[in-house]
Structures are given as C-alpha cells and as structure tokens.
C-alpha cells in the first residue's frame, strides 16, 4: 500500500467515526468537560428521582386533613372530658405540623439541588460541545464540516431545551412547598392543626404555636400571642384617617432597607437618658411622655420595661390558689377575648379584647380590678372587610398594649393602630391593611420617648412588604419607617442602650438587626434566624439572644458591631431545647429557655455551655417565663405556676400554684402583687 493509499485510508476511517477527512479531532479539555457533563447530568436523574419518589411517598397533605387527626377531633368533640384523647390530638399535632415543614424543607433542597446540577450539565455539555469541534485542514470536506455545524446546532437546541426543563422543574418544586403553606393559611383554624373542634376542647394546653402573650413568645409565634392568617391588604401601609383625631400624613421620602425616612423631625436620641443596663430611655427633656425612672417602676410593655421579664421587685407572692381564693385580691372578667398580657401604670391594668366586630382596649383599677373603661378603635372599610383568619388558640387581640405613662398604645391582627389617653378618649388610629402573615399578626408594641414602635412583618423576605414604623404617639405622624427583606414574624422588638449607643433590635427570617430608635438608622444585621421566628429577644451581658426552634439555634450576638455582623460577631449558638414560643430569660450567668415539649433548659449565657435541663412532664408552656426576688415564676397553659430557684445544678421548685383557668399570657409584676391574664379574667394576686 503506498504512502497515499494509507493517508485516504485514514481519512475514511475518520469520517466513519465521526470527524471530517483532515480534522485533528478534539481540543484540550473535552474529556474533562464531557465527563463533568456526564456526572451532573446523573446528578440531575438521581436526585429528580429522589424527589418524585418521595412525592410518591409523601405526598403533600393538608395536616388538617389528615385521616387520623380527623378522627382523633370527632372523638374529642364526642368526648370532651377525656384528657387522654386531648393529649393525643396535642401530639399528633406538633407532629403533623414538624412533619409537614421537614417535608417542605426535603422539596426545597432538592429543587435547589436539581437547579444547581441543571446548570453545570448545561455549562459543561456547552463547553464540550464547542472543544468537540474538529480543526478544519484544508483537505477538509466542506460536505461533511456543513453537516457537523447541523448537527451541532440540534445538539445545542436540545441541551437548551432541556436546561429549561430543569430550570423549570426546580423552580416549580422549590415553590410547591409554599403554595401547599398558602392553602394551608386558609383554613379554618390554620396550620397547627387546631380546627374548631379542637380549639373548643383545649383546656389551657395551647399548641406549640400559640398565641402568648401579646408577642410570639414562642411560637409563631404569638408574643405570647401569635396569631393567624391575613389576606393581603390593600397596600401594606394605609394611612388612614384617624377617628376624632388627626390623618398621619408622610413627609419625607420613601424608606429604603437600613434607611430610616425622617418626618416630622426625628431628633437625636438623648444617651445621658439611658441607664447603664437595658432599660431603654423612653423619656427625654421636654417630650410629652413619662421620665425614665417612672418608666421603670411599671411595666409599661410586654415583659416589662426593657422586654427582659425580670422585675425590680423582691416583695412579690410566691403562694396563691384562685380555685379557693387565698392570696388573690381579685379576679375580674373581660369581655372581650385575647391572648395578650397585661400592662400596668400606676394605679391601671390594661388589656386588650377583639372579636370579628370590635376591638376594644380595656382599663381596670388596679386596686379593685373595678372596669374603669373601655375603648374602641375604629377600623377602616379595608380593614373591617372580612376579619383576617386567625389561629383558634391565638384570636384576634394577640399583641400586648404598650404605654409610655402618657397614653396607651395598641395594635390588633387586622393591622389597626391605636392611641388612647389614660382616661380613656381615643386620639389617634389608623389601618396599616391586614397584614399577609401566615398565622397571623402578634408582634407587641414597645415605645421610644413619646414614639410608639410598631413591627409589621409579613410574606416573605422576598416580597418587600415588611416595614419598621415609629409613630409620633401624640398625633399618629410616621416620624420614620423602614422596609425590611424580612418574612412574616411573631416576635416583639426591643430597646437597650449599650454603654455606647441606643439600639432597637427586631428579629425575623432571615435577619436580627440592630436600628436607631430615633431614626431608623440601621447598626448592623447578623443572618441566621429562619422559618417561623417567635421567641422575642433579650439583651444580657453585652449579648443579643434571639433564635428558637424554627431557626435551628439560638444565638448569642455582641451588640457591638457594624455592618454584617454575621461571621464577626456570634459568641455562641445553642441547638437543644430550642423554644418556639417562649422568650428566654436570662438572670446573672444563667440563661433559661423553656421549650414547647415542656422542658426547661439552662446553659451558661457567657460561654453557651449546658449546664441541665429539668421536665414538666404534665405541662405545656407557651407564657414567657418571668423573675422576681430572686425566684423564676412558670405559668403552664392549663394555670399551673410554679415558684422555685435555678442554679448552676439545677431548678428546684419551691411552690405549686393554681390559677384556676387556662393561661398563654405573661405576668406583670407591681410591689406586693402578679397581674396575670388567664382566659377568662384578669387577676390580682397578692392582696
């Protein structure tokens, strides 16, 4: 065979295989692009395999349809005095509902996952298709070279198509999850499971997600009140007309994230007003509203002056038992229900009550528990539509009251705000529209000098609806607001100034962030907290406490920083009994956390270190625990209290009291006396 023989005989051979007559065959890098193409495009198959068998598996299930709790709710409504059958339907519950959101969790990373994989098949199919391509020679066959560029371009289109299809794919899984949540929010007592049947049999042992008081104390929250499910109102901030008062009109520009917008003035935040703890300064020269050290004599706002649940008071009752009246100076009906704790100033009590028709703000003697008056706050045609769907064990009236010694300031789950003087005329409302909240709105209110602090998140991070407002508390003016790329949230903001400056810290998925109180101004955000944020947080010991169940841990972040906080300044992260309601409680080195599965746990708030952990195997809590006179005060769902000391081995309880009716509220405490909101009335104890 000649020279020339040998040389067609190779050009044919090529173009069997595949490659026109003279091309050198593929570039550097093909078999590594193609390999990779390979792996993720099994990547891709095996986990789209693993999603739709566990859809197979699992299907998404509404847990309110779920065939055993069904039958489990006619059997208690059949049997409305069998405790046992109450606890099982308790604990399918918590189940039902953590199932559902692993489940959803399972979806999203697998979408995600499938995304992730659809795109590098894509990148690497791309780039080995473009090294495949042969190196024209001049011999080269124009025939066979066109037909290469056809095929090519079919091969292109197809990856195309399929990238597309991935993309789609996992979009529309990632998003199945959420649409199920949506359905959910819709349903008649929402999510937890807690249908009318059930709420009708609860006896004080509210859910895992119950309203608390006021704030989402834990759970969903609530503040200790969390509360239900809100369509989207017109506009997430309708400033309406406020009755026989004043409109709230805007001035400045459009808030932007981190931005506080100034109007009607913002004025300096005055730091020499503020105590060398985390009492925040309500009170500044000339401002219409009560000096700092009036303030902290009271208990102006959910867990008291600086949000802590601690109490300067040592000579508080330790023993009581309503079922028989000893130690109770009075107990006093309330008309309206609600899940939200008491607030006291001076010698007045005040709650709040809601139904679909009213909300109302009540003023009781605190001597007699004698009603001195009621107030209604109007809503607007928006916001008294349709009453926004609520959780049973949550209502209508989940967040607490907050005071700043001049008026009284509420908010309601259908996004109406309120001022009322301490004698009872209304000054000021308006509707912020029913908020898009899952479960419902329960943040509780806190105040800054003569401002009233309003946290109003709802969706989710995504959907820019959330906003941090500071209303001027005489007129209802906005005096800032901020817009927050955060998902609806339970939890109730603070104010602490921290030897340097003020801050006002809020917390909800995905962010803890630290504002000025007198502008907006944001300090610095740490990411971390996720899903359903109820606990509120503390500041102890130079540390921000904020996290619970549904964000995995619970941290410890120094208050000190700037900027993005999240990789500088985390002390610690806790992972076991995780609240989802209650707000923890830190006294000297201990920091308590008492979680939905009734079991308290204390772990060492410098270092995060566990220190014990002690069971209420009878109990379910969603009351924030409180501290006064050196004893930490737990009130169970079904009115159980108990009194003891905590140590660094262990909790010893002292005393067993009973508070004679299911209570989900915080307690607030006076000299001599424990203002308690059970679910029927109001109580003094201590005479």
Same mark, same amino acid.
């Given at each position: 065979?000649?020279?020339?023989e040998?040389?067609?005989?190779?050009?044919?051979?090529d173009?069997?295989?595949g490659?026109p007559?003279?091309?050198?065959?593929p570039?550097e890098?093909?078999?590594?692009?193609?390999?990779?193409?390979?792996?993720?495009?099994?990547?891709?198959?095996?986990?789209?395999?693993?999603?739709?068998?566990?859809?197979?598996?699992?299907?998404?299930?509404?847990?309110?349809d779920?065939?055993?709790?069904?039958?489990l709710?006619?059997?208690?409504v059949?049997q409305?005095?069998? @405790?046992?059958?109450k606890?099982?339907?308790?604990?399918l519950?918590?189940?039902?509902?953590?199932?559902?959101?692993?489940?959803?969790?399972?979806?999203?990373w697998?979408?995600?996952l499938?995304?992730?994989?659809?795109?590098?098949?894509?990148?690497?199919?791309?780039?080995?298709?473009?090294?495949?391509?042969?190196?024209?020679?001049?011999?080269?066959?124009?025939?066979?070279?066109?037909?290469?560029e056809r095929?090519?371009?079919?091969?292109?289109?197809?990856?195309?198509?399929?990238?597309?299809?991935?993309?789609?794919?996992?979009?529309?899984?990632?998003?199945y999850?959420?649409?199920?949540?949506r359905?959910l929010a *819709?349903a #008649?007592?929402g999510?937890?499971?807690?249908?009318?049947?059930?709420?009708?049999?609860?006896t004080?042992?509210?859910?895992?997600?119950?309203?608390p008081?006021? %704030?989402?104390?834990?759970?969903a $929250?609530?503040?200790e009140?969390?509360?239900g499910?809100?369509?989207?109102?017109?506009?997430?901030a309708?400033q309406g007309?406020?009755?026989?008062?004043?409109?709230?009109?805007r001035?400045?520009?459009?808030?932007?994230p981190?931005q506080?917008?100034g109007?009607?003035g913002?004025?300096?935040?005055s730091?020499?007003?503020?105590?060398?703890g /985390?009492?925040?300064? $309500?009170?500044?020269?000339?401002?219409?509203?009560?000096?700092?050290?009036?303030?902290?004599?009271?208990?102006?706002?959910?867990?008291?002056? *600086?949000?802590s649940?601690?109490?300067?008071?040592?000579?508080?009752?330790?023993?009581?038992?309503?079922?028989t009246? @000893?130690?109770?100076a009075?107990?006093? $009906?309330?008309?309206?229900?609600?899940?939200?704790?008491?607030?006291?100033?001076?010698?007045k009590?005040?709650?709040?009550?809601?139904?679909?028709d009213?909300?109302v703000?009540?003023c009781?003697?605190?001597a007699t528990? @004698?009603k001195?008056?009621?107030?209604?706050?109007?809503?607007?045609?928006?916001?008294?539509a349709?009453?926004?769907?609520v959780?049973?064990d949550?209502?209508?009236?989940?967040?607490t009251?907050a005071?700043d010694g001049?008026r009284?300031?509420?908010?309601?789950?259908n996004?109406?705000?309120?001022a009322?003087?301490l004698?009872?005329?209304?000054i000021?409302h308006?509707?912020?529209?029913? $908020?898009?909240n899952?479960?419902?709105?329960?943040?509780s209110?806190c105040?800054?000098?003569d401002?009233?602090?309003?946290q109003?998140?709802?969706?989710? #991070?995504d959907?820019?609806?959330?906003?941090l407002?500071?209303?001027?508390?005489?007129?209802?003016?906005?005096?800032?607001?901020?817009?927050?790329?955060?998902?609806?949230?339970?939890t109730?903001?603070i104010?602490?100034?921290?030897?340097?400056?003020?801050?006002?810290?809020?917390?909800?998925?995905p962010?803890?962030?630290?504002y000025?109180p007198?502008?907006?101004? @944001?300090w610095?955000?740490?990411?971390?907290?996720?899903?359903?944020?109820g606990?509120?947080?503390?500041?102890?010991?130079?540390?921000?406490?904020?996290?619970g169940?549904?964000?995995?841990?619970m941290?410890?972040?120094?208050?000190?920083?700037?900027g993005?906080v999240?990789?500088t300044?985390?002390?610690?992260?806790l992972?076991?009994?995780?609240?989802?309601?209650?707000?923890?409680?830190?006294?000297? /080195?201990r920091?308590?956390l008492?979680?939905?599965?009734a079991? %308290?746990?204390?772990?060492?708030?410098?270092?995060?270190?566990k220190?014990?952990?002690?069971?209420?195997?009878? *109990?379910?809590?969603?009351a924030?625990?409180?501290?006064?006179?050196?004893k930490?005060?737990?009130?169970?769902?079904?009115?159980?209290?108990?009194?003891?000391?905590?140590? *660094?081995?262990?909790?010893q309880?002292?005393?067993?009291n009973?508070?004679?009716?299911?209570?989900? /509220?915080?307690?607030?405490?006076?000299?001599?006396?424990?203002?308690?909101?059970?679910?029927?009335h109001?109580?003094r104890?201590?005479?």
């Open positions: 065979m000649t020279l020339a040998g040389n067609r005989g190779e050009r044919v051979g173009a069997a295989g490659l007559p003279g091309a050198s065959g570039r890098g093909f078999v590594a692009a193609y390999r990779t193409a390979v792996v993720s495009g099994v990547f891709c198959a095996v986990v789209a395999a693993v999603l739709l068998v566990h859809y197979a598996i699992r299907p998404p299930v509404d847990p309110l779920n065939p055993q709790f069904v039958a709710q006619k059997q208690a059949a409305p005095r069998n @405790e046992a059958l606890e099982r339907v308790r604990e519950d918590l189940r039902l509902r953590r199932e559902y959101f692993r489940d959803r969790r399972f979806r999203e697998g979408a995600w499938l995304i992730g994989g659809g795109l590098t098949f894509v990148a690497a199919a791309k780039i080995a298709s473009s090294l495949r391509r042969p190196l024209p020679h001049p011999t080269g066959s124009d025939i066979l070279d066109e037909l290469h095929n090519a371009a079919l091969a292109r289109l197809g990856v195309g198509g399929l990238a597309a299809l991935l993309l789609i794919s996992g979009i529309a899984l990632s998003w999850g959420r649409g199920v949540e359905q *819709d #008649p007592a999510i937890r499971g807690q249908g009318p049947a059930v709420a009708a049999l609860r004080g042992q509210a859910s895992a997600r119950t309203a008081e006021g %704030m989402p104390a834990g759970g $929250p609530a503040a009140g969390n509360a499910q809100g369509t989207a109102a017109q506009g997430t309708t007309a406020a009755a026989e008062g004043t409109t709230a009109q001035t400045g520009a459009e808030a932007t981190g506080g917008t109007v009607q913002t004025g300096a935040a730091p020499g007003a503020a105590s060398s /985390t009492v925040p300064t $309500p009170a500044g020269g000339g401002e219409d509203c009560a000096p700092p050290e009036e303030y902290a004599r009271f208990w102006p706002r959910f867990r008291g002056p *600086d949000g649940g601690i109490s300067a008071h040592d000579d508080v009752p330790t023993v009581w038992n309503a079922e009246g @000893e130690n109770i009075w107990k006093s $009906p309330v008309p309206l229900p609600g899940n939200n704790s008491p607030v006291v100033w001076e010698d009590v005040f709650v709040t009550g809601a139904d679909k009213r909300r703000v009540y009781f003697q605190a528990g @004698e001195v008056w009621e107030c209604e706050v109007p809503g607007t045609p928006e916001s008294t349709a009453p926004p769907k959780l049973a949550t209502g209508l009236a989940a967040p009251v005071t001049r009284v300031y509420a908010v309601f789950a996004g109406d705000v309120g009322v003087d004698a009872g005329k209304l000021w308006k509707s912020l529209g029913i $908020p898009e899952i479960y419902g709105h329960a943040s209110l105040t800054y000098h401002r009233v602090i309003v109003f998140d709802q969706g989710s #991070p959907d820019d609806l959330s906003k407002y500071a209303f001027d508390g005489k007129t209802g003016h906005v005096v800032w607001e901020v817009s927050r790329q955060t998902a609806n949230s339970w109730t903001p104010i602490f100034h921290d030897g340097r400056r003020e801050q006002l810290i809020t917390v909800a998925d962010f803890v962030i630290s000025h007198a502008d907006g101004k @944001e610095w955000r740490f990411e971390g907290t996720t899903g359903d944020c606990p509120s947080p503390i500041f102890h010991g130079g540390l921000v406490v904020a996290g169940e549904y964000s995995y841990y941290y410890g972040i120094r208050a000190d920083g700037e993005d999240t990789k300044h985390l002390a610690w992260e992972e076991e009994g995780l609240p989802d309601t209650c707000s923890p409680l830190a006294v000297e /080195t920091l308590i008492l979680s939905a599965s079991v %308290m746990t204390c772990y060492n708030s410098e270092t995060g270190e220190l014990w952990e002690h069971e209420f195997p009878e *109990d379910m809590f969603t924030s625990p409180g501290w006064a006179g050196g930490i005060y737990l009130f169970a769902n079904a009115g159980k209290c108990y009194v003891g000391t905590v140590s *660094d081995e262990g909790f309880i002292e005393h067993e009973s508070l004679g009716e299911e209570c989900v /509220t915080s307690p607030a405490f006076q000299p001599g006396c424990i203002f308690i909101r059970g679910k029927q109001l109580i104890i201590g005479r």
